[in-house]
């Protein structure tokens, strides 16, 4: 069993800079593809980032690109989300994902609220 558990969210001004933490307990974290999702009110949950095992390849929401930047570190089993140059509208409850691709997500965390002020 695989346990996920983000840190880091908060309240933040617009312009502001926040990074995310995703910590990995049980086997085989090296192996997983790890996601970054988030969900505003009323809205879907949308992916935000992933990132492939090795840390090779990376991918992002347009509406990220050039603000958010996904890396991970396997030695500690962590996976981190920094976000520079947030909006309001980056407002959501965002969770973390790991899986064998980025079409199959098995384990998530519990979520963590951020919250952007303008």
């Known amino acids: 069993q695989v346990q996920l558990v983000e840190s880091g969210g908060g309240l933040v001004q617009a312009g502001g800079s926040l990074r995310l933490s995703c910590a990995a307990s049980g086997r085989a974290f090296n192996m997983f593809v790890m996601g970054w999702f988030r969900q505003a009110p009323g809205n879907e949950r949308e992916v935000v980032a992933t990132?492939?095992?090795?840390?090779?390849?990376?991918s992002y929401a347009d509406s990220v690109k050039g603000r958010f930047t996904i890396s991970r570190d396997n030695a500690k089993n962590t996976a981190y989300l920094q976000m520079n140059i947030m909006k309001p509208e980056d407002t959501a409850v965002y969770y973390c994902?790991?899986?064998?691709?980025?079409?199959?997500?098995?384990?998530w965390g519990q979520g963590t609220q951020v919250t952007v002020s303008s």
């Open positions: 990132i492939t095992w090795s840390g090779g390849r990376t």
């Open positions: 994902a790991g899986g064998p691709s980025t079409r199959e997500y098995v384990y």
